[in-house]
């Protein structure tokens, strides 16, 4: 599971053999069955995760107790509640395997021990960082910008692997409408 986590990193970074060695003992091997809570909102939350196989979602409750899903993932790519993992405060998001998965994960003490380690680590972590800055902007600009249709026709384009392998409720909450709409706008597509 480890090589494609260094595959991924090494792809723009140079890391020595001692820091993959490094990576190879602070991550640690989880798997996940379909549907299984990973961390819990209303807790600080305790590894960033890369993911190896599967599909993972980031949700929070709303005020009138519906789930909202405002991140889905797929591998490969990291994932955790960003801010409250970097700050080490209570998070308001749940995180939940959508699909049985496998995953390698770090506590926040291993990685910062690693980055404070390896100027590589720290390298890639900011990059990693950047890139989850660059896509959370661009989504905010979607949401705002593009109707349902234009949003599910992008999901398709971008991350057909997402349609295939996510319900459809989490897909219609992800792009912001409800699932009715989302099945008018797909057969008006098939159509």
């Given at each position: 599971m480890h090589d494609k986590l260094l595959q991924y990193m090494c792809?723009?970074?140079?890391?020595?053999?001692?820091?993959?060695?490094a990576v190879r003992k602070y991550f640690e091997p989880v798997k996940f069955s379909k549907n299984t809570i990973i961390e819990?909102?209303?807790?600080?939350?305790?590894?960033?995760?890369?993911?190896?196989?599967?599909?993972?979602?980031?949700?929070?409750?709303?005020e009138n107790g519906n789930e909202v899903t405002t991140h889905i993932n797929c591998p490969p790519?990291?994932?955790?509640?960003?801010?409250?993992f970097t700050s080490q405060t209570?998070?308001?998001?749940?995180?939940?395997?959508?699909?049985?998965?496998?995953?390698?994960?770090?506590?926040k003490e291993n990685l910062d021990?690693?980055?404070s380690q390896s100027q590589a680590m720290?390298?890639?972590?900011?990059s990693v960082f950047q890139q989850s800055i660059t896509y959370n902007e661009k989504r905010s600009r979607e949401l705002s910008v593009l109707n349902a249709e234009q949003r599910y026709l992008k999901l398709m384009?971008?991350?057909?692997e997402i349609i295939q392998n996510v319900p459809i409720q989490y897909i219609a909450s992800f792009l912001g409408m409800k699932p009715e709409s989302l099945s008018r706008i797909r057969?008006?597509?098939?159509n």
């Amino acid at each position: 599971m480890h090589d494609k986590l260094l595959q991924y990193m090494c792809s723009g970074h140079d890391f020595t053999l001692e820091e993959t060695e490094a990576v190879r003992k602070y991550f640690e091997p989880v798997k996940f069955s379909k549907n299984t809570i990973i961390e819990e909102a209303g807790k600080i939350p305790e590894y960033l995760y890369y993911i190896i196989e599967g599909y993972i979602r980031l949700f929070y409750m709303d005020e009138n107790g519906n789930e909202v899903t405002t991140h889905i993932n797929c591998p490969p790519g990291f994932f955790t509640s960003y801010s409250d993992f970097t700050s080490q405060t209570l998070s308001e998001n749940t995180i939940e395997s959508i699909t049985n998965s496998e995953l390698l994960r770090i506590s926040k003490e291993n990685l910062d021990q690693l980055i404070s380690q390896s100027q590589a680590m720290k390298d890639f972590s900011i990059s990693v960082f950047q890139q989850s800055i660059t896509y959370n902007e661009k989504r905010s600009r979607e949401l705002s910008v593009l109707n349902a249709e234009q949003r599910y026709l992008k999901l398709m384009n971008d991350y057909p692997e997402i349609i295939q392998n996510v319900p459809i409720q989490y897909i219609a909450s992800f792009l912001g409408m409800k699932p009715e709409s989302l099945s008018r706008i797909r057969r008006k597509i098939i159509n």
